[in-house]
């Protein structure tokens, strides 16, 4: 069995006023993110077009990705609107987002947990490799309170 523990957010931050992760979660969120990408096989451009989409998640954890936000995204990671929805398809196959509708998708909680970002204290991601090379990953978040 192999183990991974990742703290997401500064421990001494409140969370709870913050609209936006810090510089220091940010860091932390984006090694998550590199660990996900490997656990589910996603190529690694993927990593910054799922941050940006976690930073347009709402409180019950969806995302509304309309033609804006995909040209916005593109704009600042310096990418086309093609690549935005391979990575959206390539997310929806592998369960990281679920369609609700058109446009708007839910972040796989078992993953991402329940809540925004900036409300998470701590992530621990446990892989677990049996005998017949299959493996299971178990996430579990804490927040604050």
Request: charged share 30%.
């Amino acid at each position: 069995m192999q183990t991974a523990e990742i703290c997401i957010s500064d421990p001494s931050m409140d969370g709870r006023d913050a609209t936006r992760i810090s510089k220091k979660q940010s860091r932390r969120l984006k090694q998550f993110l590199m660990d996900v990408a490997y656990f589910y096989d996603l190529p690694r451009w993927a990593n910054e077009i799922l941050f940006e989409l976690l930073m347009e998640m709402d409180a019950d954890g969806e995302v509304v990705i309309s033609m804006g936000v995909k040209k916005r995204i593109a704009s600042e990671l310096r990418i086309s609107v093609p690549s935005i929805k391979n990575a959206i398809s390539i997310y929806a196959k592998k369960d990281i987002l679920i369609r609700q509708q058109t446009g708007v998708y839910q972040f796989n909680s078992q993953i991402f947990g329940k809540r925004q970002w900036q409300y998470i204290r701590d992530i621990r991601m446990e892989v677990n490799y049996d005998t017949n090379g299959t493996r299971q990953l178990q996430i579990e978040v804490e927040y604050y309170n």
